[in-house]
């Protein structure tokens, strides 16, 4: 079964940091790119970073571009997403998803770790 | 940045109906759309790529059509199981729309 299993979501004072992982397992992770999508709670689905197969490329959505950096180890099946300078806003469900590929959407996704910023 | 503006943001339906979902782009791009659904406590769902092309495993009910600034989600014969919210997401900056929540009549 392919699957995504984020961890490492938790509570985190505002200016803090925290770093998200992804495991990729039942498929092979070094073809694909990835991203990490957030939803605040009661809001949509809002994209923030995504990574080439080999980490050559990477994007960020705005409002985290500085503070936030996506990495991959194809090595170790693995994603991740290291998150600095952390905001009341960046509190969100995170969840890591595969590119289906060819610009064809995100037809693999995690169950979603939970991030909470608050004093 | 292209932005993508989803209408209507809720949506009441009953089972059979036909439902359409419209999203547009602030600027013509291509085929590059996605829609998904989501149900609470869930991760999204894969339904349509490509604007029209249907994903596998995904119900035959469900259709994309649109091009350049407009871009539809039907869904014919509503089921029981297909009350949720649904987004849609260009592929030029990755940009989500706002959502569409179908709920029951």
């Known amino acids: 079964e392919e699957q995504l299993v984020e961890s490492g979501g938790g509570l985190v004072q505002p200016g803090g940091s925290l770093r998200l992982s992804c495991a990729a397992s039942?498929?092979?992770?070094?073809?694909?790119?990835i991203s990490w999508v957030r939803q605040a709670p009661g809001k949509g689905l809002e994209w923030v970073a995504y990574i080439k197969e080999d980490g050559s490329e990477k994007y960020y959505v705005d409002s985290v571009k500085g503070r936030f950096t996506i990495s991959r180890d194809n090595a170790k099946n693995s994603l991740y997403l290291q998150m600095n300078s952390l905001r009341a806003e960046d509190t969100a469900v995170y969840y890591c998803?595969?590119?289906?590929?060819?610009?064809?959407?995100?037809?693999?996704w995690g169950q979603g770790t939970t991030v909470t910023v608050s004093s | 940045d292209i932005q993508m503006t989803q209408s209507p943001s809720t949506l009441s339906a009953s089972v059979g109906d036909r439902v359409t979902i419209t999203c547009r782009a602030s600027?013509?791009?291509?085929?590059?759309l996605a829609w998904y659904q989501q149900k609470p406590g869930k991760a999204p769902k894969l339904l349509i790529y490509k604007a029209s092309s249907l994903e596998s495993g995904v119900p035959s009910r469900f259709s994309g059509s649109g091009s350049g600034t407009e871009f539809t989600l039907t869904i014919n014969s509503l089921q029981p199981d297909d009350f949720a919210t649904y987004y849609c997401q260009q592929y030029n900056s990755w940009t989500f729309g706002q959502g569409t929540k179908v709920e029951i009549k």
């Open positions: 039942g498929f092979t992770f070094r073809r694909h790119w």
């Open positions: 600027q013509s791009f291509n085929d590059w």
């Open positions: 998803a595969r590119d289906k590929g060819s610009r064809s959407g995100m037809d693999v």
